[in-house]
């Protein structure tokens, strides 16, 4: 079982930027297409971006699309969330996920590796 470990969360005005990273351990990352989920208390996670194991493939959220860049570092066994132009709405607790899909797949239900997840807080 892989293990996900994000960092880089944090409090930021509205407007500002952050870059969260997840790193693995325990399986072959590069053979998994990676996603980022985000859940605020009392809503359902939703998806954010993912990325395929084999870098031809990404999917973003029409919410986030144009301000989040989702990247990979296959030697470093990091997945990486730049997000800019940040707003409140997308304060949440963030969640990278792995998946053996081969495509960029949005179901949540075909992630079977989580982290622990991250706090982004945006003030406006």
């Known amino acids: 079982q892989v293990q996900l470990t994000e960092s880089g969360g944090g409090l930021v005005q509205a407007g500002g930027s952050l870059r969260l990273s997840c790193v693995a351990s325990?399986?072959?990352?590069?053979?998994?297409?990676s996603g980022w989920f985000r859940q605020v208390p009392g809503k359902e996670r939703e998806f954010v971006v993912a990325i395929s194991w084999s870098f031809d493939n990404t999917n973003y959220a029409n919410s986030v699309r144009g301000r989040f860049t989702i990247s990979r570092d296959n030697a470093k066994n990091t997945v990486y969330l730049q997000m800019n132009s940040l707003k409140p709405e997308d304060t949440a607790v963030y969640y990278c996920?792995?998946?053996?899909?081969?495509?960029?797949?949005?179901?949540?239900?075909?992630?079977?590796?989580w982290g622990q997840g991250t706090q982004v807080t945006v003030s406006s």
């Open positions: 325990g399986g072959a990352f590069s053979r998994y297409t």
């Open positions: 996920a792995l998946t053996v899909s081969t495509l960029a797949t949005v179901n949540e239900r075909l992630y079977n590796s």
